[in-house]
C-alpha cells in the first residue's frame, strides 16, 4: 500500500509531463503529418494504380446527371441549415455553442489544454495588480429586500396573465431560507415547528397553506404558521397585514420572527400609501437590531423616503451606508446618482454642454452615472423603457439583471419625477463603456464584472423573460460556419439547377486549378530525385 500510494506522485508527474509534450507538439505533428501523406501518395501513386482510379472515378464522376449535384447541393444545404437552427437555439437557451461546449469539453483534455475553470482564476484589480477573483461573493444569490407579496401580488399576475412570475429555483430558495430563519434549531423543535419546517418545503401552494393550518391546530400561537398565511393565502395587503399583527402578537423573544415580521408590517403600510408610519417602522427596526445588516432594511428605507421625496434624508441614509467598506447595491449607485442628476438634470442640455463644457456639478452627476452603470448595466434599458419589466424575483444576483429588474420595479416611478433626470441618463450612461478597459478582465471603479450573472439570472427569472447579458456576446464561430455553409450549398443547388453547363465547366476550372499545385509538387519531385531511388521504394 505504500509503495503504491509512494508511486502515484510520479505516474502523476510523468502524465503532466506527456500532455505539456502533447501540447507543445499538436502544432508540429499536423504538418508533419500532412507531409508524409503527400510523400505516400508519391511513393504508392504506381503500386495502387492511383492515376487509373482518378481517370475512372473523373469518367463516372462526367456521366452523372445535373440532377444528381443538384440533390448533393440541396441536401448539403438542407443539414447545414438544420445544424444553424440547433446551434443558433442552443446559444439562445444556454448562450454557447454546442459544438464548442463539445469540442472543449471532450478535445481540450486530450490535447493537454487547461481547463476552462481554471484560467479565470486571477484577474486584475482596480490598480492593475493580479489578485483573485472573489468568485464566491460575486456569485452569491440574496434575498430581494422588496420583494412582493406571493397571494397578494405575484398570484394575482398569474390569476391575469396565466403565466408565473417566480421560478421553481427562486421559491426553493425562498423554502430553505424560511425554513433556517424561522425553525433553526432543529434540536429543540417543537410538533407545530416540525410540520412548518415540512410546510416549507412543500411545493405546492395549497399544500403549504394546509401544514400552515395544521400547525396551528396544534398549536394555537404558532407566528411561522401566520407568517405563511400571510405571505400566500392572503389576497390583498390589508389582509396580509391583518395576518402580520397577529404574527407579531404572538411571536415572542423570536429575534427572527421579530425582525422578519416588523419588515414586513412596514412593507404593508408601504404599499396602503401610510409612507411616513412605514419609515418611522424601518428607522426603529433598524436601531433595535443594528447588528441585521445584511437584511438590507436601509433600501426599503431608502425607497420610502423617495417616495416622500426626503432627499435630505435619503442622502443621510446613503452617507451612512454608501461607503468603500461596504457592499453596494443597486439601490446605493443609482440612488446616489439620481440625487446628483436631479441637481443639475432640470436645466441640462447636451447641445449647450457640448458647447460650453460640463459643469462641476455636471460633472459630478455624470460620474455618478458612470459608476452605477459599471456596477450594473443593465439597468439603465429598463430605467429608460428600451426594455420591458417583469415582476422581480423573491431572490436577486448582484450586477446581474435580476437586481436591474427589481430595482426599476420600484424607483422608476422615482427617476421619472426628478425633471430631466433620465435625459441626463440616456445621454451619458453609454459611455461608461469607453472607460472600462475590458469588463472581463479589468475594472475601473469596481471588481471586474462577474462571468457568472447570466447562468445564475437565468435560474432566477422566468423563461418568457428575455434575460439581459452583458458583456454582448459575439455569435460563435460554428453559428457563422454553418450559415455560411448553409447558403453557399442552396446558392450552389439553385446555380446547377438553373445552369447545369456552365455549372460543369466551372466546377471543371475549380477542380484543375485546385490540383495544380499538387501536380506541380509531383513534377518538382520527380526532376529532383532520381528515378532509381523511386524505383527502389516502389519495390520495397
Keep these: 500500500m505504500e509503495e503504491t500510494t509512494g508511486s502515484n506522485p510520479q505516474s502523476l508527474g510523468f ?33 495502387l494504380k492511383l492515376q487509373e482510379t482518378l481517370t475512372s472515378a473523373s469518367v463516372f464522376l462526367n456521366t452523372l446527371t445535373p440532377k444528381f449535384y443538384v440533390a448533393l447541393t440541396g441536401t448539403s444545404s438542407l443539414i447545414s441549415g438544420l445544424i444553424l437552427i440547433f446551434e443558433w437555439w442552443y446559444f439562445r437557451k444556454y448562450g454557447t455553442s454546442f459544438i464548442e461546449q463539445v469540442s472543449v469539453s471532450h478535445l481540450r483534455p486530450l490535447l493537454g489544454g487547461v481547463e476552462s475553470s481554471s484560467t479565470t482564476g486571477l484577474f486584475s484589480s482596480v490598480n492593475g495588480e493580479a489578485e483573485p477573483r472573489p468568485s464566491v461573493s460575486e456569485c452569491k444569490v440574496w434575498r430581494n429586500p422588496l420583494n412582493l407579496f406571493r397571494g397578494a401580488e405575484y398570484n394575482r399576475y398569474t390569476w391575469v396573465t396565466g403565466k408565473e412570475p417566480l421560478t421553481y429555483y427562486d421559491m426553493n430558495l425562498s423554502a430553505q431560507d424560511h425554513q433556517t430563519f424561522f425553525t433553526g434549531d432543529t434540536q429543540q423543535l417543537r410538533p407545530e415547528d416540525a410540520v412548518m419546517q415540512k410546510a416549507w418545503r412543500e411545493r405546492n401552494p395549497q399544500a403549504r397553506i394546509r401544514a400552515a393550518y395544521q400547525a396551528i391546530e396544534i398549536n394555537q400561537e404558532c407566528a411561522a404558521a401566520y407568517v405563511l398565511l400571510a405571505e400566500e393565502e392572503a389576497t390583498t395587503i390589508t389582509e396580509a397585514e391583518r395576518l402580520f399583527k397577529k404574527a407579531l402578537s404572538i411571536a415572542g423573544k423570536d429575534i427572527n420572527l421579530l425582525v422578519y415580521i416588523k419588515r414586513r408590517l412596514a412593507m404593508c403600510a408601504r404599499k396602503l400609501g401610510r409612507i411616513k408610519e412605514a419609515v418611522k417602522m424601518m428607522r426603529d427596526l433598524m436601531k433595535e437590531f443594528p447588528l441585521l445588516g445584511m437584511l438590507n432594511i436601509h433600501e426599503n428605507l431608502l425607497e420610502a423616503l423617495l417616495e416622500l421625496q426626503a432627499y435630505a434624508d435619503v442622502q443621510a441614509v446613503l452617507a451612512k451606508y454608501d461607503d468603500i467598506s461596504l457592499p453596494k447595491s443597486a439601490t446605493i449607485c443609482y440612488t446616489s446618482a439620481l440625487l446628483k442628476a436631479r441637481a443639475v438634470s432640470d436645466k441640462f442640455s447636451p447641445e449647450a454642454a457640448s458647447r460650453r463644457g460640463l459643469s462641476t456639478a455636471e460633472m459630478n452627476a455624470v460620474e455618478a452615472i458612470h459608476r452605477a452603470v459599471e456596477f450594473n448595466p443593465h439597468v439603465p434599458k429598463y430605467l429608460l423603457e428600451m426594455k420591458s419589466l417583469i415582476l422581480p424575483p423573491e431572490h436577486i444576483l448582484k450586477r446581474g439583471d435580476s437586481e436591474a429588474v427589481a430595482y426599476a420595479f420600484f424607483h422608476l416611478q422615482h427617476w421619472k419625477r426628478a425633471e430631466g433626470a433620465l435625459n441626463l441618463l440616456h445621454c451619458t450612461w453609454e459611455g461608461t463603456f469607453r472607460i472600462i478597459p475590458y469588463p472581463l478582465e479589468k475594472g475601473h471603479l469596481f471588481y471586474p464584472y462577474p462571468g457568472c450573472t447570466e447562468t445564475a439570472d437565468r435560474e432566477l427569472l422566468p423563461s418568457f423573460h428575455e434575460v439581459s447579458v452583458y458583456p454582448k456576446k459575439e455569435l460563435p464561430f460554428f ?50 530525385m532520381p528515378s532509381s531511388f523511386w524505383h527502389q521504394l516502389t519495390r520495397i
Design 15 to 47: 502524465t503532466e509531463k506527456l500532455k505539456s509534450w502533447l501540447s507543445w507538439s499538436w502544432t508540429y505533428v499536423c504538418f508533419i503529418w500532412f507531409c508524409m501523406v503527400l510523400i505516400m501518395i508519391y511513393v504508392l501513386w504506381s503500386p
Design 479 to 528: 453559428i457563422l460556419f454553418t450559415a455560411g455553409l448553409c447558403s453557399f450549398t442552396a446558392m450552389l443547388a439553385m446555380l446547377t439547377h438553373q445552369f447545369p453547363e456552365l455549372m460543369g465547366v466551372f466546377a471543371k476550372a475549380f477542380f484543375s486549378t485546385l490540383f495544380a499545385p499538387l501536380g506541380f509538387f509531383a513534377d518538382k519531385m520527380e526532376s529532383f
